[in-house]
């Protein structure tokens, strides 16, 4: 039996295709896992530079010594969250400009702004996405 091809499901395939060009453009590439990869992100250097920032005093995270902060939530799974911080969807140049700026997005928030570098966050968010 043939069942017909509604507008529904038209509108579907095209908001999939829609979204998957946008993801692409925004330099979104699906991993293993179905983690993010971040486009000229290092997550070994992600790692040296959470360290050298000193994330972990806020926040847990995984695979990182001394990262048993509470302030913060856990930043474990980060990279399947449907959003940074509650309110920007979860993509690579959010996260980024999260890690850069949070209180130009959410001002008076408890993560106060770092001065990390474009950089340094780029790789900071490469390394979170490795996160299971």
């Known amino acids: 039996m043939r069942y017909p091809v509604g507008r529904p499901a038209k509108a579907a395939a ?10 692409a453009a925004c330099g979104v ?9 971040v486009s000229g992100g290092d997550p070994a ?16 995270i995984n695979g990182i010594s001394g990262a048993n902060g509470v302030v913060g939530p856990p930043l474990s799974g980060i990279g399947s969250r449907g959003t940074v911080a509650g309110v920007l969807a979860n993509t690579p140049q959010n996260m980024v ?20 570098s474009q950089q340094d966050a780029t790789n900071i968010a490469a390394y979170l996405y490795t996160l299971k």
Request: overall charge positive; charged content about 10%.
């Open 14 to 23: 095209a908001l999939i295709l829609v979204l998957t060009l946008a993801a």
């Open 45 to 60: 250097q992600g790692k040296l530079a959470i360290e050298r920032y000193g994330c972990g005093s806020c926040h847990q």
């Open 29 to 37: 590439r699906p991993l293993p896992n179905n983690l993010l990869q």
């Open 97 to 116: 400009n999260w890690i850069q700026h949070p209180q130009q997005i959410v001002p008076g928030n408890a993560m106060p702004d770092m001065g990390v």
